[in-house]
Structure formats: structure tokens, C-alpha cells
């Protein structure tokens, strides 16, 4: 796409402002070095908490960078530095790593925390502008950003290093799940609600089940295979037809038995269901996320799922409906 041109001033303006924010995050890259790879070791090291604080909008930056480690693997909570020093130390144990935020590193806050946080053994990760500053000297590690041009035309309000800030945060938490081979599946456990919980959820926790499950002996009639599907509480759109052991050895859906009408076939309900169901049914697991039946359902353009476990034996089933309830 090319480059619209912001003849009007104030889209000449934000452009500016978004070109200084990109920079500063390009200009990172360059700084990626070894400290970086201390940090990760320390947060994969960590037996307790990645407690981050800041203050002020580095401290708005340090609440978004602590929830995106806790909802990737690694336990974490916001400290606010001054109620740290009114008696929220407690919640700091030398367990801990303290992830401290400040651009200049000499603000007053984060600096009379400084030694009560060493007091109390813990080990600390710097991410800041200041190398050489107070909270350079007291960490362990430093995540420079660098002298970074704030966006502001004041040269004042904090925007291009905090971006900047939270670009390093993001990419010390993602290379942390990266080596925890933290997957979409841990990710779920961490996101039951909201849209993303729904999609992300097991199908066990959503298929239709016990009395729900609308099972069919092989060799049953047409007949009794329509009478299956429309008294199984919930009238699914399908019968799940059994072997002798109780195995999945086919499914009959109300597509099927339209088709029989379609095609002109004269419908004689005491025919055998094995002459036309489907005898390889699409299945999935318990264990499988929504999302990937979903995937299955939308693929080969069908409407039921059995659900099926280790010996082949329905458990469940997944209607496209349900999907649609949840607004998956």
C-alpha cells in the first residue's frame, strides 16, 4: 500500500507522532544483546513472582507487562512503588524478581524503593533509558531502551519511551513463553471468558452429552433412526450409529434423510440405516479446543461432530448450533 500524503496539518502532525513511536521501537533492535538474555534466564529462574513496577505512565506500562506475563506462564503482579513503601513489601519475597520501569531511572519513587527490595534479596531487571542511573547501578540486569525522543512536540510527555518500554516488555514475555513452551492450550486455561475463552475452550466442556447423545444400534431401521433424532433432548440434526462394542461406526444426519427424497427415493422406514449413513464420520476428542472443531465443521461443510474417546466410542457430540449459541 503506498504512503497516503497528509497534506492537512494535524494528520501531518499525528503522522509525526506515530513515525517517532515506530523509531523508537526500530532502534531496539540494535540494543537486543546479552542483558537481554540474563533477563529471560532470571524470569525463567524465578520460583515466585515477576513483580513489575513503575510509576506514572511507566508505571500504567508495568500494569499491561505484568498481566501479559501472567496470561503466558509466568505468575506476575503490579507493585506501585509507593504503597511498596507503605507496607506492600510484604507482598515481595526474595523468591521474587522485581521488574522495575523508569525511563530516567532517578525517579524518586523507584529510587527510595531501591534498597528495600535488595534488603530483602530478591533480584532485579531494569528496563530504561538511564544506563547509567541510579536503578542501572542497583540491577542486575539493564534493558536499555536508550536516550529515546519522546513524541510530545514538548519534548515532555512521555510517549515514544514508554512505547518503547512496553515493545522491550512484550518481547522479554513472549521470548519467556517461547522457551516455557507455553501453548494454545496452556493459553486457554488462562482465558475462559470472553469471546476468547470460547473459542479457545476444550469441546469436553461444551459437547452434548449423556442423555443428549443421540446413540443408534447398527442394524437399526430408517425409522428408528429419525425417531433417535427427533426424542434426544435438544432434537440434534444427527444419530450416532454403534457396533456390538460400542464403537462409532457411522452417523446418519437429517441431510442424509433429505437426500433420500431428493434423489426420489421412495422412503421405506424399515430399511437399514447402515445402507445410508455416512460410514466415515469427521470425529475429534474431548480434549480438543472448540476452535479446531469449529476448523472441522467449517472444512468439510458439515453441521455434527462426534466426539469420540482412545477405544473410538462417542462421548459426545458437537453441533453447529452450540457453536453459534456461543458465538464462537
Known sequence: MEARS???PLLAQAAEVIRSE??????????????????VELVLACEGFVVVTG????????????????STGTPSLFLHPTEALHGDLGRFRARDVLLVLSNSGESAEIVALLPSARAIGARLVAITGGASSTLARHSDCVLDIGRVQEACPLTLAPTASTTAMLAMGDALAMVVLQRRNFSREDYARFHPGGALGRRLMKVGDMMRRGEQLPLLPAGSTLKEAVLVMNRTPGRPGAALVVDGAGKLAGIFTHGDLARLFEHGTAFDGAQKVDAHMGTKPKTTRPEALVEDAQHLLHEHKIDQLAVVDDAHRPVGLVDVQDLLDLAV
Open 6 to 8: 497528509h497534506h492537512h
Open 22 to 39: 515506530a523509531a523508537a521501537i526500530a532502534a531496539l533492535e540494535a540494543r537486543l544483546d546479552e542483558r537481554f538474555v540474563a533477563a
Open 55 to 70: 510509576v506514572g505512565k511507566a508505571g500504567i506500562v508495568a500494569q499491561k507487562i505484568s498481566a501479559t506475563l501472567a
